[in-house]
């Protein structure tokens, strides 16, 4: 087998357990606060990735010289994460996970003013295109508006404002470090508010947010591996599998069934993203050195 094929395999894997992963926290979301769920999420995930890091080349991957950028990161992971587990407890998983998937166009968008890069004319071509599709999907001021979708909208904003900051520092940065630094900062912040939000948990809920934890790990890991095995331009439009898992789980646990207009916004934000990829793809393989 390939290396590309193993990559993609891989991909296809950690988005299956992002997926698995969302839907727990939508079902956690209809008992417990999105601060209560993110907390377990990291508590587990925590030694998790202290773990992987210990085996991919030992804890001193952890060092790092820039503390005020893990805290930065982390600040925006808990907004991340708690406008997305919100997000899910107010919308169905399918739409939830299509208006999630415009976070790569916000991606391209805010690298010009924050990384000073330039967007090709057909970039924003399709990254208009994208935004056409979230538009079709929320429809603002239709009777299928659901305040909701603000607040994934926002998810998806500070999720780009992580991967940008990805981009600007983690040359710097080991990937363990900035993965365990980025799970740390939400877990204490939860941690001090749990106090407030607390609900105790039935016995199911307890292998939930277990469960949660370990699918969020299994997800870094086999994207991780993904892109270690195959280009980015290769494993990245695999992502976009999430939609499928999205609308199976949605109709299986909670007889979810996204209307026409979802699948039709969901297509164009798919398009826009793989069109971004294959012209990103291009570029690099041009920019690649011939000796």
């Not at 239709?142 to 500070?158: N, R, T």
């Not at 892109?227 to 007889?255: C, Q």
């Amino acid at each position: 087998m390939s290396s590309s094929f193993k990559g993609i395999g891989f991909m296809c894997l950690g988005v299956l357990c992002l997926a698995i992963g969302d839907a727990i926290a939508k079902w956690l979301g209809e008992v417990h606060s999105p601060l209560q769920i993110i907390f377990f999420r990291t508590l587990v995930s925590l030694p998790l990735i202290a773990l992987l890091a210990y085996f991919g080349g030992g804890l001193r991957k952890l060092r790092t010289r820039r503390p005020g950028v893990h805290l930065l990161r982390g600040l925006i992971y808990t907004g991340t994460m708690f406008c997305f587990v919100l997000g899910l407890t107010l919308l169905p998983l399918a739409e939830a996970t299509a208006i999630a998937f415009v976070a790569p166009l916000f991606v391209t968008l805010l690298s010009v003013p924050l990384l000073g890069e330039r967007i090709e004319g057909p970039v924003l071509v399709a990254s208009l295109v994208g935004f056409l599709g979230v538009l079709i999907v929320v429809r603002p001021g239709g009777e299928a508006f659901h305040p909701g979708s603000l607040v994934l909208i926002g998810a998806a904003v500070f999720y780009a404002l992580m991967m940008i900051t990805a981009r600007r520092w983690g040359g710097s940065e080991h990937l363990w470090a900035m993965v365990f630094y980025m799970t740390l900062v939400p877990f204490v912040i939860t941690g001090l508010a749990l106090p407030w939000v607390w609900q105790t948990p039935h016995p199911g809920h307890w292998l939930g947010f277990l469960g949660s934890g370990l699918f969020g790990v299994g997800a870094t890991a086999f994207i991780t591996l993904a892109f270690r095995h195959a280009p980015a331009a290769i494993a990245a439009p695999f992502d976009y599998t999430a939609m499928l898992w999205a609308v199976l789980l949605g109709w299986w646990f909670w007889g979810e069934m996204p209307d026409l207009w979802v699948f039709v916004g969901s297509a164009l934000i798919i398009g826009s993203g793989l069109a971004i990829a294959y012209r990103e793809g291009r570029t690099s393989f041009k920019r690649r050195p011939t000796s």
